[in-house]
């Protein structure tokens, strides 16, 4: 086929198209993502019998935030990475901002404790099975957000990849905090953030293959 | 970005945007003018591939049509048309020579591609490849890679599977012919 005569073919389909189609289709994954790891985290964990007690610490919250400011960061590099020739610099270094202010936190909270109290704080009670459970209701986002993905174009997989892991880890994250008993920070700082990385190194792992388009 | 490059970038933009909003008309003017843009780039890029070129220049136009949910109307239509020509390159490159094509200068500077169609250059690229190709192997490759493409040395001598110092005879000896020939022709 001739160059002309392929312009003409293509021409001839032009419905209109709506610029924010990437967001709504990583939007769509989400909440999907969310809706599918809220039954999983009931079946499997369920919800943290103190939770209306927990929900009145500021902690609680803190945990909260966090999970929903790392999505929201890492939403905006997704994004970014899914458009070609779109800059990503600095959408990368705003997503690790959440993060240093949890490790800020969990460092302050370790100085100020007795040196007998730091281990406790940071090993919970669920430190054995809590970055498995993150990881684990990350996994429905993040099939649905690779699909997501792929549907766009990203051109650099392997860190598309990982941004895409980050921000389902973020998202089974939220709904982990519903079971999740612990309220001390030097415990998300480490056993959150291993969960969270789980999804990263999958994405990471699968993209170049996966997101080809 | 120069004035010419800004200029056609304005274009190009507006083209897009009227034919995201369903104008067929704008839609072909915009796809034309993408074409006469990525043959140069392509051109560029794959100096001894030339059957490639147009190959590459339609596939690119597919991604172009079928990722155009993926431009935002505020970034430069060029940077996202480059992108992805960039993408589609990549792919074809790293499909043919697996492991080798990640050596390949794909990251020069977008904004000198400003001398798309003069028709003077073009021919004496022509004229240029057609005494190339009566040169032998040893010879033709480094020229290509080293004078053309711009690789470095041991670059060259990785893809060819030359040594470094026969590379570096290949474009000294190959030079000296072509510089007789062209004599020669006048």
């Known amino acids: 086929m001739r160059t002309d005569e392929l312009i003409i073919a293509l021409s001839r389909q032009t419905d209109a198209i709506d610029p924010s189609t990437p967001l709504r289709r990583l939007a769509v994954a989400s909440l999907l993502g969310i809706a599918a790891a809220l039954p999983l985290m009931l079946w499997r964990l369920g919800l943290n019998p103190d939770l209306a007690s927990d929900a009145q610490t500021p902690m609680f919250w803190v945990k909260w935030g966090f999970a929903a400011t790392v999505a929201a960061a890492s939403a905006v590099l997704v994004i970014r990475l899914a458009r070609p020739g779109v800059d990503t610099r600095r959408a990368a270094q705003t997503v690790a901002l959440p993060l240093v202010a949890l490790w800020a936190l969990a460092g302050l909270v370790l100085l100020a404790a007795a040196p007998a109290e730091r281990a406790p704080l940071m090993m919970g009670s669920s430190w054995n099975t809590c970055p498995f459970n993150i990881a684990l209701l990350s996994l429905p986002a993040l099939v649905l957000l690779l699909a997501a993905v792929r549907s766009l174009a990203p051109t650099r997989l392997r860190r598309a990849g990982a941004a895409t892991g980050l921000l389902a880890g973020a998202l089974g994250t939220a709904v982990y905090v519903l079971h999740c008993p612990e309220l001390e920070a030097p415990f998300l700082a480490v056993w959150y953030v291993l969960g969270m990385l789980v999804p990263v190194a999958i994405g990471a792992l699968v993209g170049p293959r996966i997101l080809r388009w | ?186």
């Not at chain 2, 792919?91 to 591609?113: M, S, T």
């Not at chain 2, 004078?147 to 040395?153: C, K, M, Q, T, Y």
């Not at chain 2, 060259?156 to 470094?164: D, F, I, K, N, V």
């Open chain 2, 1 to 186: 970005m120069n004035p010419a490059n800004e200029a056609r970038e304005t274009r190009l933009r507006d083209l897009m945007v009227t034919a995201l909003r369903g104008d067929a008309a704008a839609y072909a003017e915009f796809l034309r003018e993408t074409a006469s843009l990525l043959r140069p780039f392509f051109r560029r890029r794959l100096a001894q591939h030339p059957d490639d070129i147009e190959d590459l220049v339609q596939e690119t136009l597919l991604a172009v049509h079928n990722k155009r949910h993926t431009y935002d109307p505020g970034q430069p239509v060029t940077a996202w048309i480059y992108a992805i020509a960039r993408y589609k390159l990549v792919d074809l490159l790293r499909a043919r020579a697996g492991r080798e094509a990640l050596h390949d200068p794909i990251d020069e500077d977008l904004d000198e591609l400003g001398s798309d169609a003069e028709p003077a250059a073009l021919e004496a690229r022509r004229d240029l490849r057609v005494l190339l190709a009566q040169l032998p192997d040893r010879q033709r490759l480094p020229i290509e890679y080293v004078r053309i493409e711009g690789l470095s040395v041991e670059e060259t001598a990785r893809l060819t599977g030359l040594s470094a110092s026969a590379v570096k005879i290949g474009v000294h000896r190959g030079l000296k012919v072509l510089a007789a020939r062209i004599r020669g022709q006048r």
